[in-house]
């Protein structure tokens, strides 16, 4: 079942029908990424550049060496930053595009099916900020956990595995169903929705590939909720 719906979920990745989005997710994700580490290198430029420097004081002849060094740090330390700051901001534009890829994937394949309803503007700000808060410390402690040898990538994978696996069937359930069903729904089968979360991790960790990771991820969890409720008659789509 998870298969299937990454497959179909990568298939929509281009898709006509999608290429509206797509182009939109794909700019404005690479736009907030940009602007973030501008203003992550400033921070570092600004604030803890100079502190290092002033660590080995006295010291002339490691001018040039400290400074390549420092260099170094610098560097992977912004590309780590920027790793991170993948997630926080696919959180945010998910919140803006998650209706409109929902809309695009029903009207496409579940012709059928009663279409769901889009989640009022108010309500779906109010969830997306509580989305980008959890995942922002999730990846904290992830970041953390970072300095771990042996489970570094095994922790990245297993916090936003959970995070974005949750937020994302809420995302696509709540189109259908109240907040106490969507609930219960989630608790039954948190198993297969942590599963598709790891898929939507993986993702993630993908350089490049990983900007449409918002578009990839409305599509799989729209497609696990159509089949979960499928299967299952307590949950049912009347």
């Known amino acids: 079942m998870i298969i299937e719906a990454a497959r179909l979920a990568g298939r929509n990745l281009l898709a006509p029908e999608s290429r509206s989005v797509f182009w939109k997710i794909l700019g404005i994700t690479v736009l907030m990424l940009v602007g973030l580490w501008t203003l992550l290198r400033g921070l570092f430029m600004a604030y803890a550049l100079p502190w290092l420097e002033h660590l080995v004081p006295g010291v002339p002849d490691w001018a040039g060496w400290l400074g390549f060094v420092l260099a170094i740090f610098a560097g992977l330390g912004l590309a780590v930053g920027l790793a991170l700051l993948i997630a926080p901001v696919t959180a945010v534009v998910a919140g803006f595009f998650l209706d409109g890829v929902a809309e695009i994937i029903e009207g496409r394949d579940y012709p059928g099916d009663r279409p769901g309803e889009s989640v009022p503007i ?117």
């Open 122 to 238: 108010g309500r779906a700000i109010v969830y997306t900020l509580k989305f980008l808060g959890i995942v922002i410390a999730g990846n904290i402690i992830a970041l953390l956990l970072l300095l771990v040898p042996g489970i570094n990538i095994v922790a990245f994978l297993l916090v936003n595995g959970y995070l974005f696996g949750r937020e994302f069937f809420e995302f696509a359930a709540m189109r259908y169903r109240s907040e106490e069903e969507v609930r219960m729904m989630r608790s039954k089968y948190r198993a297969t929705i942590f599963a598709a979360g790891l898929v939507i991790a993986a993702f993630l960790s993908i350089p490049l590939l990983n900007l449409l990771t918002p578009l990839f991820a409305a599509g799989l969890m729209v497609h696990l909720h159509k089949m979960l409720s499928a299967k299952d008659p307590e949950f049912a789509l009347n």
